[in-house]
């Protein structure tokens, strides 16, 4: 019998509490793992960063990306893997000429500024365009080799657009919003093909391996609410209706996380996604009320907690707890991406105590 | 008879409907005026600039700082008026060095690392130490003789916190964080320091001419909730507490605005302030169900909405006017400060659109 690719990864997870927490599942304690947690804090990480060359060069390389996306697994008790990657790898593969400048953040060497733009933009196939990203997911789940289960993972549409028409990171969001408010078709030009791109690029990470994805909706929080659900939100949600939602016989759980986006989480519950992603504004108890059983929930520890004393780290771990209350249907997580000034050894301590204070909430 | 300086102003406004809206009071229109509406958008602030020299040139000049208050009332419908200052003078007359580089936003010579470094601080008077800024108040209130109100105001003692620590802006705000969460003390020490000086400063602002005053929590929303309320909403609360709430015969009303505060509004309600600001991210009507009637609401058009076409402004603020609803309590607004790149005609648009679409709310 010959084995279809997808067939070739199926095998029993040794440890499978994240996904049954995202269906809201029993589980014996909270599933947890840290939104950028292979990264610049790692010492091994900045090893392996000096011999890739750079951050493009380590995303490109499968076996770098398996590298750093593993160094975390092996230093912390962590419930999950997250593809080593960056957020604008689509972008980039429409042809934008995407680049990091030191202390600058992302850059494009071409804007997104009219509607011709727009229309030379092409649609991105995930398997063929950003194959490479596809060998790193491939070779990261045989390497995790059924240990925890493998997070694929874009930024949202919305998010990819403003880097596009911003060219880069911005504070006051003025290009992509004075584009969003005189040019509202083209706009949506932009986003649906985002969107188109966003579908293929996560089904084909889907099928090469990843057993989870996460949409991160970085700016949508800098948005009202009816631009929020007209520019963001809709897409996210034409995005988890075109997933693939089940491979490898299990339910594939979609994670959806706008950050700054605390005041909208009932229409976010609306949209399919299984879990939504607070940042550490929203007190996570109010928030499961608000959105009842409909989602699980992802967070939400400041991430700047953790140059707290150990101690003080656990009381924020335990308050959160709390917060949420008995049961599952909690991922814990950082409300944003760990800071590259931040102590491995604190980060420990985080997920040490996540497993050692959670289970009481638990069965 | 002698007058005594506080009677020296009393006087009947022209135009009160800023005043009575911030008590809830009936107006046949809904007040109107925006943020940073003195300000670099303005050629004509540009030239006062350049004669001036410095941005603090210009705020320590009475005469200076009392023209560019003005400018905006001269083009605008405007009605209210702000006090032409920054929020950093207290830290400034405390004697960390504030000064400001193209492009780069304020920075300080000095920071605040140590228990040291916080009682080495003094409380600032504010009658004594920041005599340029009660010049500028009574003179620009001489100035507008009746015409609208003026508005005092100070930063918070969190946000003015934050860049004395970080020696700046920040984008993580990680050494404030740090320092509070590794020497709470010596935070709460400083934020009490900070507190006693918004306090002496308001009141001087009060005695020497503000008919309202406006406390700007800019980076409170990068805080916790739980964090939210010992760092920032805490002293906020002592603020109102010890302001003069009365003068010249008339309420003086206080204006709480914490940036990405949107979530914490019932706390904020519940502290004396008469009014909250809200930025463009929270739902205007929705807001005022949660607050009831204890306090008015002011806000909170996004300000990158003066980029789209003059119809979707107006657009846009019959869509705040009609979420609000009918009856008095709510001030518009911006949600954040005016752009400097915002077209002042756009400006008007947006002040004479509140004006012509308001009064069916009201009466």
């Known amino acids: 019998m010959i084995l279809k690719p997808a067939q070739k990864h199926k095998s029993l997870l040794k440890n499978d509490r994240f996904l049954r927490a995202l269906l809201r599942q029993p589980v014996e304690s909270t599933?947890?793992?840290?939104?950028?947690?292979?990264?610049?804090?790692?010492?091994?990480?900045?090893?392996?960063?000096?011999?890739?060359?750079?951050?493009?060069?380590?995303c490109r390389n499968a076996d770098f990306a398996c590298e750093v996306t593993l160094q975390p697994l092996r230093r912390f008790d962590l419930d999950a893997a997250i593809l080593f990657s960056d957020i604008l790898t689509i972008p980039d593969a429409m042809g934008q000429g995407?680049?990091?400048?030191?202390?600058?953040?992302?850059k494009f060497r071409k804007t997104v500024r009219t509607e011709k733009d727009v229309n030379a933009l092409p649609v991105v196939q995930g398997e063929t365009d950003l194959d490479y990203v596809m060998n790193a997911v491939t070779t990261i789940r045989r390497a995790l080799n059924g240990s925890v289960p493998l997070?694929?993972?874009?930024?949202?549409?919305?998010?990819?657009?403003?880097?596009?028409?911003?060219g880069g990171s911005s504070k006051d969001f003025r290009q992509v919003k004075t584009f969003m408010l005189k040019q509202p078709e083209a706009m949506h030009r932009l986003l649906d093909k985002l969107?188109?791109?966003?579908?293929?690029?996560?089904?084909?990470?889907?099928?090469?391996?990843?057993?989870?994805?996460?949409?991160?909706?970085?700016?949508?929080g800098v948005l009202n609410e009816p631009c929020y659900q007209e520019f963001s939100l809709g897409y996210m949600r034409q995005i988890t209706t075109g997933l693939i939602r089940e491979h490898e016989g299990r339910p594939v759980p979609v994670i959806m996380f706008t950050k700054g986006g605390g005041q909208w989480l009932e229409?976010?519950?609306?949209?399919?996604?299984?879990?939504?992603?607070?940042?550490?504004?929203?007190?996570?108890?109010?928030a499961r009320k608000r959105v009842g059983d409909r989602v699980a929930l992802q967070g939400n520890m400041d991430p700047n907690m953790l140059f707290a004393p150990a101690r003080k780290i656990r009381e924020e771990v335990g308050r959160i707890l709390r917060s949420f209350g008995p049961g599952s249907g909690h991922i814990f997580n950082l409300g944003h991406g760990i800071s590259q000034f931040a102590d491995p050894e604190h980060a420990k301590v985080f997920v040490d105590a996540v497993h050692e204070l959670s289970p009481s909430f638990h069965g």
Request: aromatic share 14%.
């Open 31 to 58: 599933p947890v793992w840290m939104m950028r947690q292979a990264g610049r804090y790692l010492p091994e990480y900045r090893a392996s960063r000096e011999h890739a060359g750079s951050f493009m060069d380590l």
């Open 267 to 286: 229409s976010m519950a609306d949209t399919g996604a299984d879990c939504l992603g607070l940042d550490w504004t929203t007190d996570i108890g109010l």
């Open 98 to 106: 995407l680049y990091f400048e030191t202390g600058e953040g992302p």
């Open 151 to 166: 997070i694929g993972f874009s930024g949202s549409p919305w998010t990819l657009a403003t880097y596009m028409v911003e």
């Open 195 to 220: 969107a188109q791109s966003v579908i293929s690029y996560l089904n084909a990470q889907i099928k090469a391996g990843a057993q989870a994805v996460q949409i991160f909706d970085t700016w949508g």
